[in-house]
């Protein structure tokens, strides 16, 4: 018998081959640069492929411009046919489909989620002839081989059809709102004859935009207001505290003044002293959204980052699947094998043994579940390869955070001293570790922050050494940071676990948002507040999380996509034709700011060290290469600068600290910015250069100043 299985990574369809191999030595088949693996186990010969994500995507069932629009009739097709820069995918297709044609069996094992569960079945429909009404489903949550020779055995004997029918019903809809919207907003501007830019809006990517938009308007028209604090110092036995005034806000300095002149040179009096013991009960496992939150607090990790190397860890059967929104761990996933595994590793070897030798190993769990997965734990296995330190890290991270679960609560003492002087009260906070518990596990992600108390007591007195009072003014509301922006997306419902990181990455390269403190660029206020006035359902939050909500009732068999397809078309249909009537409006005023956006995100506030020109970001029109040129160029000035030649560049409003040029940054999907200075990078360049290349009479050695590259380009 031969068995196709389809996976949706090459990494992981070499671990599943060698899994199901009976002597764990698949054999490697190359055909059209395709790899393919076939294993032996007993009378049946099991054929893996993979594919690369989704080899088929939605797109209008006729043949029309990409320019056309509102589309409503669509259709599956492979993604070569719909993309050109997909064109590899065909080979993909060819070498899966010679395959099935050969095949008495087929698998999906493609990841357990939304998206995997339709990337096989769209594979085995169509590269398959059909073969997804006989395919069976195989279901696991880690690469080792242990789990994944189970998962075999115990097939689902038909694909998971409700789980499909609701990720094609996201990615229809996806489809209808973002193919309709942005083809007219950027459509729209580009009649205008300004030039072209994409811009783009979706179902998704609108009310995380709107976040954003409102969160940069309050910023904006917030007005500061004036408040006092008093600041108090207490000095005992040579050491200086800090006290806290009973008041936090004091509204008039009149105000703030009298309290200092009553408690000035005074001496304060003990009024009480008062403690508890707090106990903090251990932390719960990691879901996705919690692992990026704190990769983002401790290493400063993007979401799209941290998912990314949380995928390279799954492949190498170090950590189970990411995309989990559970924040539970099954005992079926075997505690004290994993921490057997992890105790294997020296630094975490007396840690894991603490935990072994309890009566019963019983993790804190959490209110979240996912019914395909569990919370991401360690697998206890140790990396094939050094790993690279972000690997090593979010590891690291895993790693603790597992045994953390696992641990006693902490326990800590909290005191607090009231000290008086007349009608005024302040006080002095502290705290110490009694039991460190979990802490001890999740160090040093988790550390002990305890304050000393001086040892005085009901009664004492003690001169106050300084008081001031010191105007401060209110602040709005912080900006968000990817991670603060994913956890908003998360709270009100808008995407799910698997796309909400590629959705901020989406707003960056598409410069409606930039910096890590993220502000609202004025192409985004302008889209957001055009679609408010025209058509505020399409940024709703709560439209959107009501469109989610449904998709997981398909999943749940309480709906049908037709039905979810149908009502939001109902929907979608006359705001689109009353957006095309108002067309020309709607063009100008984003032609307007595209422009100017376009002149100020490539322009310098850095002049010309030459001619005082503004220095731009120029791409060449012959050989394709970006740098920095000076727009004095047709009076003779030829200043350039190199830049990096991948990813998506902006200048920061950041300047270097060595020479004082504006920094720039190149984001590349996946990997955390990369932000530089191209006047020192050329300094540097041209040293190396002259100490590897004597240095002629006429030449000049690299300084520290801004320095002439050579012309690279008339443009």
């Given at each position: 018998?031969?068995?196709?299985?389809?996976?949706?990574k090459p990494d992981a369809a070499a671990r599943v081959a060698q899994a199901l191999d009976e002597d764990g030595d698949p054999r490697r088949i190359e055909s059209q640069g395709v790899s393919v693996y076939e294993?032996?186990?007993?009378?049946?010969?099991?054929?893996?492929?993979?594919?690369?994500?989704?080899?088929?995507?939605?797109?209008?069932?006729?043949?029309?411009?990409?320019?056309?629009?509102?589309?409503?009739?669509?259709?599956?097709?492979?993604?070569?046919?719909?993309?050109?820069?997909?064109?590899?995918?065909?080979?993909?297709?060819?070498?899966?489909?010679?395959?099935?044609?050969?095949?008495?069996?087929?698998?999906?094992?493609?990841?357990?989620?939304?998206?995997?569960?339709?990337?096989?079945?769209?594979?085995?429909?169509?590269?398959?002839?059909?073969?997804?009404?006989?395919?069976?489903?195989?279901?696991?949550?880690?690469?080792?081989?242990?789990?994944?020779?189970?998962?075999?055995?115990?097939?689902?004997?038909?694909?998971?059809?409700?789980?499909?029918?609701?990720?094609?019903?996201?990615?229809?809809?996806?489809?209808?709102?973002?193919?309709?919207?942005?083809?007219?907003?950027?459509?729209?501007?580009?009649?205008?004859?300004?030039?072209?830019?994409?811009?783009?809006?979706?179902?998704?990517?609108?009310?995380?935009?709107?976040?954003?938009?409102?969160?940069?308007?309050?910023?904006?028209?917030?007005?500061?207001?004036?408040?006092?604090?008093?600041?108090?110092?207490?000095?005992?036995?040579?050491?200086?505290?800090?006290?806290?005034?009973?008041?936090?806000?004091?509204?008039?300095?009149?105000?703030?003044?009298?309290?200092?002149?009553?408690?000035?040179?005074?001496?304060?009096?003990?009024?009480?002293?008062?403690?508890?013991?707090?106990?903090?009960?251990?932390?719960?496992?990691?879901?996705?959204?919690?692992?990026?939150?704190?990769?983002?607090?401790?290493?400063?990790?993007?979401?799209?980052?941290?998912?990314?190397?949380?995928?390279?860890?799954?492949?190498?059967?170090?950590?189970?699947?990411?995309?989990?929104?559970?924040?539970?761990?099954?005992?079926?996933?075997?505690?004290?094998?994993?921490?057997?595994?992890?105790?294997?590793?020296?630094?975490?070897?007396?840690?894991?043994?603490?935990?072994?030798?309890?009566?019963?190993?019983?993790?804190?769990?959490?209110?979240?579940?996912?019914?395909?997965?569990?919370?991401?734990?360690?697998?206890?296995?140790?990396?094939?390869?050094?790993?690279?330190?972000?690997?090593?890290?979010?590891?690291?991270?895993?790693?603790?955070?597992?045994?953390?679960?696992?641990?006693?609560?902490?326990?800590?003492?909290?005191?607090?001293?009231?000290?008086?002087?007349?009608?005024?009260?302040?006080?002095?906070?502290?705290?110490?570790?009694?039991?460190?518990?979990?802490?001890?596990?999740?160090?040093?992600?988790?550390?002990?922050?305890?304050?000393?108390?001086?040892?005085?007591?009901?009664?004492?007195?003690?001169?106050?050494?300084?008081?001031?009072?010191?105007?401060?003014?209110?602040?709005?509301?912080?900006?968000?940071?990817?991670?603060?922006?994913?956890?908003?997306?998360?709270?009100?419902?808008?995407?799910?676990?698997?796309?909400?990181?590629?959705?901020?990455?989406?707003?960056?390269?598409?410069?409606?948002?930039?910096?890590?403190?993220?502000?609202?660029?004025?192409?985004?206020?302008?889209?957001?507040?055009?679609?408010?006035?025209?058509?505020?359902?399409?940024?709703?939050?709560?439209?959107?999380?009501?469109?989610?909500?449904?998709?997981?009732?398909?999943?749940?068999?309480?709906?049908?996509?037709?039905?979810?397809?149908?009502?939001?078309?109902?929907?979608?249909?006359?705001?689109?034709?009353?957006?095309?009537?108002?067309?020309?409006?709607?063009?100008?005023?984003?032609?307007?700011?595209?422009?100017?956006?376009?002149?100020?995100?490539?322009?310098?506030?850095?002049?010309?060290?030459?001619?005082?020109?503004?220095?731009?970001?120029?791409?060449?029109?012959?050989?394709?290469?970006?740098?920095?040129?000076?727009?004095?160029?047709?009076?003779?000035?030829?200043?350039?600068?190199?830049?990096?030649?991948?990813?998506?560049?902006?200048?920061?409003?950041?300047?270097?600290?060595?020479?004082?040029?504006?920094?720039?940054?190149?984001?590349?999907?996946?990997?955390?910015?990369?932000?530089?200075?191209?006047?020192?990078?050329?300094?540097?360049?041209?040293?190396?250069?002259?100490?590897?290349?004597?240095?002629?009479?006429?030449?000049?050695?690299?300084t520290n100043s801004l320095v002439e590259a050579a012309s690279l380009v008339k443009d």
């Amino acid at each position: 018998m031969q068995t196709l299985v389809v996976c949706e990574k090459p990494d992981a369809a070499a671990r599943v081959a060698q899994a199901l191999d009976e002597d764990g030595d698949p054999r490697r088949i190359e055909s059209q640069g395709v790899s393919v693996y076939e294993s032996k186990n007993r009378n049946e010969t099991i054929l893996v492929c993979s594919a690369i994500g989704h080899l088929y995507a939605v797109d209008s069932k006729t043949h029309t411009s990409r320019r056309y629009y509102p589309v409503w009739d669509f259709d599956w097709k492979p993604k070569h046919l719909i993309d050109k820069n997909s064109a590899r995918l065909a080979r993909w297709i060819q070498v899966i489909s010679s395959l099935a044609g050969k095949a008495d069996r087929y698998v999906n094992a493609c990841d357990y989620d939304v998206e995997g569960s339709l990337i096989g079945y769209t594979i085995l429909r169509y590269a398959c002839h059909g073969a997804d009404s006989k395919a069976q489903r195989m279901k696991f949550s880690t690469m080792t081989e242990k789990e994944l020779r189970a998962a075999y055995k115990t097939l689902s004997p038909h694909l998971d059809m409700p789980t499909v029918e609701a990720g094609q019903a996201r990615h229809e809809l996806d489809w209808l709102y973002g193919i309709n919207l942005s083809r007219l907003l950027t459509e729209s501007a580009l009649k205008q004859n300004r030039g072209y830019s994409t811009l783009s809006t979706g179902r998704v990517q609108g009310p995380t935009l709107k976040f954003v938009v409102d969160r940069e308007e309050e910023i904006q028209s917030f007005t500061p207001t004036p408040f006092w604090t008093i600041e108090a110092t207490v000095t005992h036995i040579g050491q200086d505290y800090t006290l806290e005034y009973e008041r936090e806000k004091i509204s008039t300095l009149a105000e703030a003044e009298r309290i200092v002149r009553d408690c000035k040179n005074s001496m304060l009096e003990v009024e009480s002293a008062e403690s508890r013991h707090v106990q903090q009960s251990s932390p719960y496992p990691f879901d996705l959204s919690n692992l990026q939150r704190e990769a983002y607090r401790h290493f400063g990790y993007t979401p799209s980052r941290t998912l990314a190397i949380a995928e390279k860890l799954y492949l190498e059967a170090l950590i189970s699947y990411p995309r989990t929104s559970s924040q539970k761990l099954p005992p079926d996933i075997g505690y004290s094998e994993i921490l057997h595994g992890i105790g294997n590793s020296a630094q975490y070897r007396s840690l894991a043994t603490k935990l072994s030798v309890q009566v019963a190993l019983r993790p804190n769990q959490g209110l979240k579940e996912d019914p395909a997965h569990p919370a991401v734990y360690p697998t206890g296995e140790s990396p094939k390869r050094t790993l690279i330190q972000p690997e090593a890290k979010l590891l690291d991270l895993i790693v603790r955070r597992f045994m953390a679960t696992f641990a006693e609560a902490s326990l800590r003492e909290t005191s607090r001293l009231t000290f008086k002087k007349d009608l005024h009260r302040f006080f002095l906070k502290g705290s110490r570790l009694l039991r460190e518990g979990w802490i001890e596990f999740y160090k040093p992600y988790a550390s002990d922050e305890s304050q000393k108390l001086p040892d005085i007591k009901v009664g004492d007195k003690t001169p106050l050494t300084k008081i001031q009072a010191v105007q401060k003014f209110t602040e709005p509301q912080p900006r968000y940071n990817p991670s603060s922006l994913l956890q908003k997306m998360e709270n009100e419902n808008i995407g799910t676990k698997a796309t909400r990181a590629e959705i901020i990455e989406i707003l960056y390269r598409r410069d409606y948002i930039k910096n890590i403190r993220i502000e609202a660029t004025p192409l985004a206020l302008k889209i957001i507040n055009l679609l408010k006035k025209y058509c505020p359902m399409i940024i709703d939050p709560e439209f959107t999380a009501k469109l989610e909500t449904s998709m997981d009732n398909i999943q749940a068999l309480q709906t049908t996509r037709s039905h979810v397809l149908a009502e939001t078309l109902e929907h979608l249909r006359p705001v689109m034709l009353d957006l095309i009537a108002r067309e020309d409006e709607i063009g100008s005023q984003l032609a307007e700011v595209v422009t100017s956006q376009r002149i100020a995100r490539l322009t310098f506030d850095y002049p010309c060290p030459q001619c005082s020109s503004n220095l731009k970001i120029i791409r060449s029109r012959t050989s394709g290469k970006r740098f920095i040129g000076c727009t004095g160029y047709e009076k003779g000035c030829r200043f350039t600068l190199p830049l990096p030649q991948f990813g998506n560049l902006s200048i920061t409003p950041m300047h270097c600290k060595t020479c004082g040029f504006q920094l720039v940054q190149a984001r590349t999907k996946g990997r955390r910015p990369m932000t530089s200075c191209a006047r020192c990078y050329s300094n540097k360049t041209k040293a190396v250069a002259s100490a590897v290349s004597p240095t002629s009479s006429g030449a000049q050695p690299a300084t520290n100043s801004l320095v002439e590259a050579a012309s690279l380009v008339k443009d």
